[in-house]
């Protein structure tokens, strides 16, 4: 392994600068969380983090994909051109009220995936980088992208030409399921593809006091759902995951509604099986229907491909890291059904994610409305991602 840390000089600045800026990025992660917003509603945080972009005197351009934040920093001296990415969006998710200081302001949203931590992360790194733009040579663009839960964001960034003269990219994400203080990650696939879908199961209606007289989509769309629960259970054999997770209908408790529409996401590891399991999918929603005298209809909404990390810029990290915080805090990772658009950018780009540990030994799950990060974790999130910037750089 081959050690990637800077001189003993520079080494000294990247720690005396996050240091430096650790207590000010826990105040924007806080800021960040108090005051959250869903994807392509992130209005106040595109202006938050491009405002504190321009004070640093760099070129900034916002709307980008939307309500996108781009921030470029410019060595003067030739290089390569690095994408640092973060995701800025929350969840539709009312914070428990535990007495946090920072709780959520914003009923019915809340920041339940540490994206407010990516944010404050990358904008402490965009500080860091430009104090020390003596120290490296090449290009750095900070994208702050939009609805990365609706995953549509980074494909609306990259329509709007984020990728544009991008050599590598990189970034992280905040995790409970892994202890403070600790680095994942690994070469080739990581995270699972993602396809939306949405199916509307319609009847006849009537008069809840007469169902016979009505084609209830109700306990249809019950009957779906549980089929759908088989079909995932079988699909977890081979590393894919079916879940419904969404389900709207009727009006009235005593009106049989018409039709009852749901939702959720299947997510796989075999781009082969990606299209096979959709139709499976929309094929069993079709067939319990249709036994009961019902029709129902398929779509599909957004998603993104599986990620996988480029072995040539993964070993580059690895090294650095290993280096820096020493080969016991830098776990290798197995692949997740999770996934992310950061996928869209490493199909465009050779380039990295890694996972930064924030868990404690109380930690939920993410997604779960008491989710919070220990913010210790935020500190060695802005010294790795400077690391892997500067390693990708070099």
Same mark, same amino acid.
Request: with cysteine.
């Given at each position: 392994?081959?050690?990637?840390?800077?001189? &003993? =000089?520079?080494?000294?600045?990247?720690?005396?600068?996050?240091? %430096?800026?650790?207590?000010?990025?826990?105040?924007?992660?806080?800021?960040?969380?108090?005051?959250?917003?869903?994807?392509?509603? &992130?209005?106040?945080?595109?202006?938050?983090?491009? =405002?504190?972009?321009?004070?640093?005197?760099?070129?900034?351009?916002? #709307?980008?994909?939307?309500?996108?934040?781009?921030?470029?920093?410019?060595?003067?001296?030739?290089?390569?051109?690095?994408?640092? $990415? *973060?995701?800025? +969006? *929350?969840?539709?998710?009312?914070?428990?009220?535990? @007495?946090?200081?920072?709780?959520?302001?914003?009923?019915?949203?809340?920041?339940?995936?540490?994206?407010?931590?990516?944010?404050?992360?990358?904008?402490?790194?965009?500080?860091?980088?430009?104090?020390?733009?003596?120290?490296?040579s090449g290009r750095v663009r900070m994208c702050f992208q939009p609805a990365e839960?609706?995953?549509? @964001?980074? $494909?609306?960034?990259?329509? =709007?030409?984020?990728?544009?003269?991008?050599?590598? *990219?990189?970034?992280?994400?905040?995790?409970?399921?892994? /202890?403070?203080?600790?680095?994942?990650? @690994?070469?080739?696939?990581?995270?699972?593809?993602?396809?939306?879908?949405?199916?509307?199961?319609?009847?006849? @209606?009537?008069?809840?006091?007469?169902? =016979?007289?009505?084609? +209830?989509? !109700?306990?249809?769309?019950? &009957?779906?759902?549980?089929?759908?629960?088989?079909?995932?259970?079988?699909?977890?054999?081979? #590393?894919?995951?079916?879940?419904?997770?969404?389900?709207?209908?009727?009006?009235?408790?005593?009106?049989?509604?018409?039709? !009852?529409?749901?939702?959720?996401?299947?997510?796989?590891?075999?781009?082969?099986?990606?299209?096979?399991?959709?139709?499976?999918? &929309?094929?069993?929603?079709?067939?319990?229907?249709?036994?009961? #005298?019902?029709?129902?209809?398929?779509? %599909?909404?957004?998603?993104?491909?599986?990620?996988?990390?480029?072995?040539?810029?993964?070993?580059? !990290?690895?090294?650095?890291?290993?280096?820096?915080?020493? /080969?016991? $805090?830098?776990?290798?990772?197995?692949?997740?059904? #999770?996934?992310?658009?950061?996928?869209?950018?490493? +199909?465009?780009?050779?380039?990295?994610?890694?996972?930064?540990?924030?868990?404690?030994?109380?930690?939920?799950?993410?997604?779960?409305?008491?989710?919070?990060? +220990?913010?210790?974790?935020?500190?060695?999130?802005?010294?790795?991602?400077?690391?892997? !910037?500067?390693?990708?750089?070099?």
């Open positions: 392994m081959r050690n990637l840390l800077p001189s &003993e =000089d520079l080494n000294a600045k990247i720690l005396a600068e996050v240091a %430096r800026h650790t207590e000010r990025t826990i105040a924007m992660r806080r800021h960040l969380h108090a005051n959250p917003e869903l994807g392509f509603e &992130e209005h106040a945080t595109s202006a938050y983090v491009a =405002d504190r972009c321009s004070a640093l005197g760099l070129d900034v351009r916002r #709307g980008v994909g939307g309500t996108g934040v781009i921030a470029d920093l410019d060595s003067g001296r030739p290089g390569r051109t690095v994408l640092v $990415r *973060a995701d800025m +969006d *929350a969840l539709p998710i009312s914070e428990v009220d535990d @007495g946090r200081p920072y709780r959520s302001t914003v009923p019915g949203v809340m920041h339940a995936c540490g994206h407010d931590g990516h944010t404050a992360i990358a904008l402490s790194v965009a500080h860091v980088l430009h104090t020390l733009g003596d120290h490296w839960e609706l995953d549509d @964001g980074a $494909r609306r960034m990259i329509r =709007d030409g984020v990728m544009e003269g991008i050599d590598r *990219a990189v970034g992280l994400h905040l995790t409970s399921l892994m /202890p403070t203080g600790r680095l994942g990650l @690994g070469p080739g696939l990581l995270l699972a593809s993602l396809d939306t879908f949405h199916i509307t199961i319609t009847g006849t @209606g009537g008069h809840a006091g007469a169902p =016979d007289g009505a084609i +209830d989509p !109700v306990p249809i769309t019950a &009957e779906v759902i549980l089929a759908l629960r088989d079909l995932g259970k079988r699909a977890r054999a081979d #590393g894919s995951v079916v879940t419904v997770a969404q389900v709207n209908g009727g009006a009235a408790p005593n009106i049989i509604p018409a039709e !009852v529409a749901l939702a959720g996401t299947i997510r796989t590891s075999d781009a082969e099986g990606r299209v096979a399991l959709r139709e499976m999918v &929309e094929q069993t929603a079709r067939d319990v229907a249709e036994r009961h #005298g019902a029709t129902s209809t398929f779509s %599909r909404g957004a998603g993104c491909p599986s990620l996988t990390n480029d072995p040539v810029v993964t070993s580059l !990290v690895l090294d650095a890291f290993a280096g820096a915080f020493g /080969p016991d $805090r830098v776990l290798d990772v197995e692949p997740t059904t #999770g996934s992310d658009d950061m996928a869209l950018y490493l +199909d465009e780009v050779p380039g990295c994610y890694y996972a930064v540990g924030a868990g404690s030994p109380d930690a939920v799950p993410h997604h779960h409305p008491a989710f919070d990060i +220990d913010e210790r974790s935020l500190a060695v999130g802005v010294e790795s991602l400077t690391r892997a !910037v500067l390693a990708l750089l070099a």
